[in-house]
């Protein structure tokens, strides 16, 4: 277990539709990043928040918001979903952003846009 | 930018014989390199990392790996496979590249398929 928990586990939802996915990081950790795991695309960093504040964004769609809460748990927002949305979305977390730190992956979350 | 490479998509491997995961990297400045495993249907589980020291980093279920500079080469490896160890393996380089934010940038994976 590595201390990052989702929810949900699994999603199915239509197109068009908007869901919300949500990570609590470990304890004390104030990294969160946001990554897209598909068959064709492998894993694709969305984007990345430091104690609130949003530190890096990568190949995250524009139909696509996250936020991280003074509790430091963040959400991933999708929005206006398309069937090519379809894909496992990981939540990981770290201490800090320095080299040394490990980033911590939860068990993610399996959309699938029908 | 950095980036990372595993050359191959799969790798076989009969139970008990040594095995390898090939992964080489690209970056500007010092390279620090994670091994993560993805068992199916499961999260990115951290198996080792290299920041800085020795070359030969060893890390959880008996993996190791060997950082060559020269080589730009991060290979996992393990001494004895087991059946047990059959999933997918990502490479990834820490990248501190413009914004200096520490994200992961992940290679393609490689699976591992160890036989009876």
């Known amino acids: 277990d590595s201390g990052v928990t989702q929810t949900p586990k699994h999603l199915i939802t239509a197109t068009g539709q908007r869901v919300t996915l949500r990570c609590s990081p470990r304890?004390?950790?104030?990294?969160v990043y946001w990554y897209q795991q598909s068959l064709d695309q492998g894993l694709q960093f969305l984007i990345q928040?430091?104690?609130?504040?949003?530190?890096a964004k990568g190949n995250i769609l524009e139909r696509f918001s996250a936020q991280q809460f003074p509790d430091l748990h963040s959400e991933l927002n999708l929005s206006s979903l398309e069937l090519g949305d379809s894909a496992l979305y990981f939540c990981?977390?770290?201490?800090?952003?320095?080299?040394?730190?490990?980033?911590?992956f939860g068990e993610g979350s399996w959309l699938t846009v029908v | 930018a950095q980036s990372v490479a595993q050359p191959e998509d799969q790798v076989n491997v009969a139970e008990g014989n040594p095995l390898t995961v090939k992964c080489t990297y690209s970056?500007?400045?010092?390279?620090?390199l994670f091994w993560y495993v993805q068992y199916p249907n499961r999260g990115l589980q951290f198996l080792l990392k290299?920041?800085?020291?020795?070359?030969l980093v060893k890390g959880s279920y008996g993996f190791e790996a060997e950082f060559n500079k020269s080589q730009t080469s991060f290979h996992l490896k393990k001494p004895s496979a087991l059946v047990s160890d059959s999933a997918l393996y990502f490479c990834?380089?820490?990248?501190?590249?413009?914004?200096?934010?520490?994200?992961?940038?992940f290679g393609q994976g490689t699976t591992l398929q160890v036989k009876p």
């Open positions: 290299y920041i800085t020291g020795d070359n």
């Open positions: 990834a380089v820490r990248d501190y590249g413009s914004g200096n934010t520490g994200k992961l940038i």
């Open positions: 928040y430091y104690n609130g504040e949003e530190r």
């Open positions: 304890s004390g950790d104030l990294s």
């Open positions: 990981a977390s770290s201490a800090r952003t320095d080299s040394g730190n490990t980033i911590y």
């Open positions: 970056v500007s400045g010092n390279p620090y």
